[in-house]
Structure formats: C-alpha cells, structure tokens
C-alpha cells in the first residue's frame, strides 16, 4: 500500500540511525546546529527519499542491497561530492548494486534518491539499465533532468501537505508512472562520464581505510596502523582523503573519534560511566584538550551530553545516495 513519512531531525547520530537499510557512518565537519529533513515515499515498485541538512558532513554509506536506482541534488548549494565527483544541478548519479562511497558536503545539503528492485531497473522502459558495478556519473539532457526535478520535488511536496493522495492506490499508481518515465528519459538519454584509472585507484584506497576502521569501530585508530594494514603510504592516504573526504586523514579520524566519544556518551548511564572512562576509551589522554575539542564540535560540554536524556527516535526506513 502506496504511503509516506516525513521526519526531522537536530541530531546527526539521531539523523544517520533512521537511514535504515543502508550502513551509514555520518561525521559533522563544523559546529553548528544541525537539523536534518527525511521525506520518505513508497509508491508499488519505487521508493522516492528526498534528505535535507544543514551542517558540512562526511556521509560513508553502502547502498542497499536488491535494489539499484540514482541520487541527484534537488536544490542549489555548496559543494557536494561523490567518490571525489561533483554532484551538480546538471548530472545524477547512478547507484550500483551494493556500492559504497564517501560522500562529502561542504555546507547545506538537499538531495534526492529514486529506487527500484534490481529485476525491475533492468528492464525498465526496454532498454537494459541494470546497476553498474561501481557508482555513474550521468549527464541527461537539460529538459529530461529539469523534468526529474520538477516530479521529485512534487511528490515530496505531496507527502508533506497532502500525505492522503499518495495514499490514494490510483494516484500512487499515476504518479509513480510519470517518475519511471522521467527517470527512464535521463538515463536512456543521458551522457555516461568516465572515471581515471587513478581514480578507481584512489576508490579502492577508500574502500580498504573504511574496512579498517570497520574492523574495530569502537576503537581509536591510528595512521601508521592503517597505511600498513592497507598496504600504502601516508602520502597516498593523505591524497586519497583530502580528495574525497575534504581533509587528511589525521583530521577526519580526529572528528571520528570525537563522534564515537560523543556517542558513548549518549548511551551511557550518567551514574555508571564518567567522562574520563569514555574519553580514554576512544584514546584521549589529555582531558582538558579533549573537553576543548568536543565542546568546540559539539557547542557543549561532554557532561552535557552524558546526562542528557535520550530522545525516541522516529521508525523510518530511508536510503541515502
């Protein structure tokens, strides 16, 4: 049965668990008061998610498995980009089966994602449009992309104000046959870019730096440790994530860090856990730095958090691209 949700959000760990069916790990860049938008519809076959936020941020998700389909902004902004490659108001991506990428957002962000069961993307509209291995850049013709916009941003505007046509099985059925044309209009048509070797190259870096810190995800990790666990230098790694992260390695395992302690806190019982035992834990030995940068991130005090009440968290499924 065709319906939609829409939720929002202040908090980014908040924000990233409702990205259900997807693993995602989102690292806020900046200070600032976060606040994130999810409007999520489900039509018969395609889902539509449109995803709004406002602080700079580093987004590693993997798509979700069985279904294939395309990300693109939905509205103006800073710079936005996938796997190193620009996201712009001209090109969409094209999600493969299982990919993963670093997203990385240098401010306030819209973005829109459409998706479909594999088995349905491929034989979609007569032609094959089966998911890539790996995440395509697409450049449609103007008046097929500025279609797609259009119809996005309509059935996210229903969903909002008026939740009761979606609902309706005969409207659902109509509007979600015009989004399969509009999509099928990019893609069929649409310029397919190229990547690098070196490219592919800095992807696979990627891929391994992420497994690593995988490996271990409550624990501190080091540059040392993870160039030789991946087999590269640190100039390499330094390169791969200044490309694709927008800082070096040091900087974003910094932030990491800060956020896992963050997270920790959040969780813990205020009269089981201290700072001090949370802090070390995510390896940092000098306190009153620690309590400088978190409160510098975060715009308050660890203490702050860790006695701050839990909050419900809304149950929504969404996939982020």
Wanted: proline share 7%; hydrophobic share 40%.
């Amino acid at each position: 049965m065709p319906s939609s949700a829409v939720c929002k959000f202040t908090d980014p760990d908040d924000y990233t668990a409702a990205i259900l069916g997807t693993t995602a790990e989102l690292t806020v860049t900046e200070r600032g008061d976060f606040a994130a938008e999810i409007v999520r519809i489900e039509l018969y076959r395609m889902v539509v998610t449109r995803f709004r936020e406002t602080l700079p941020r580093v987004l590693h998700r993997s798509h979700l498995p069985g279904r294939a389909g395309i990300s693109f902004r939905v509205e103006p902004g800073p710079s936005l980009l996938m796997k190193s490659v620009e996201m712009e108001a001209t090109n969409l991506i094209r999600l493969g089966e299982n990919d993963e990428a670093h997203q990385l957002s240098n401010g306030q962000a819209s973005l829109g994602v459409m998706s479909l069961p594999v088995e349905d993307m491929a034989s979609l509209g007569g032609c094959d449009l089966s998911p890539p291995g790996d995440m395509l850049s697409v450049i449609p013709p103007p008046t097929a992309m500025a279609r797609l916009q259009r119809l996005h941003a309509a059935t996210a505007h229903l969903a909002e104000t008026a939740p009761e046509i979606i609902a309706n099985p005969d409207a659902a059925r109509g509007l979600e046959q015009a989004l399969l044309e509009a999509m099928v209009d990019c893609l069929g048509k649409g310029a397919v870019g190229e990547d690098s070797v070196a490219q592919r190259q800095h992807e696979l870096i990627m891929r391994r730096f992420h497994r690593v810190l995988e490996e271990q995800p409550e624990q501190p990790s080091y540059i040392t440790e993870i160039c030789s666990a991946i087999g590269v230098s640190e100039r390499t790694l330094q390169v791969c994530c200044q490309e694709q992260l927008g800082m070096g390695p040091k900087h974003y395992l910094l932030l990491r860090r800060l956020h896992l302690a963050r997270r920790a806190l959040r969780a813990a019982a205020p009269d089981g856990t201290t700072v001090t035992d949370i802090a070390t834990r995510y390896g940092f030995w000098h306190l009153g730095r620690f309590a400088g940068e978190y409160r510098s991130l975060f715009a308050e005090a660890p203490t702050v958090t860790l006695h701050r009440q839990p909050e419900q968290l809304p149950n929504l499924s969404a996939e982020i691209g």
